[in-house]
């Protein structure tokens, strides 16, 4: 269809050990709800299934949810990946229990956008929106 872009695609996945996805499901469907296309991919996904899945589904944005505590070492290994796979021109957020002393962190190994778990759904997706807009090309 002529003029017609396709939805921004979003991967999300729960990296680590974390069995606790209900959160990760709700903001899943918030996304959709907003019109974005979004693959969820389940727990325990380690960084190398989160990039492999990122690059086959040719995400726009690759999201983290992350309970476990253990998102800075999960993030650090999962940067190396996105470069080595050509994907840090993706959109690349995190959220969940990441204590606002790692946000900075993040933001340095190369996370675009640090949520917690009191963020609104309506702000997390206002800011994918805003965000994802820089990337456009």
Known sequence: MMGKTRKLRILLAKPGLDGHDVGAKIVARSLIDAGFEVRYTGL??????????????EADVIALSILSGSHLPICTRLKVLIDEYQLSDRLWIAGGNIPAEDHQS??????????????????????IKEKASEYAN
């Open 106 to 127: 993040l933001h340095q190994i190369g996370v675009d956008a640090v949520f917690n778990t009191s963020t609104s759904l309506s702000d997390i997706v206002a800011a």
């Open 44 to 57: 325990r996904q380690s960084p190398e299934d989160i990039v492999i899945a990122a690059r086959d589904f």
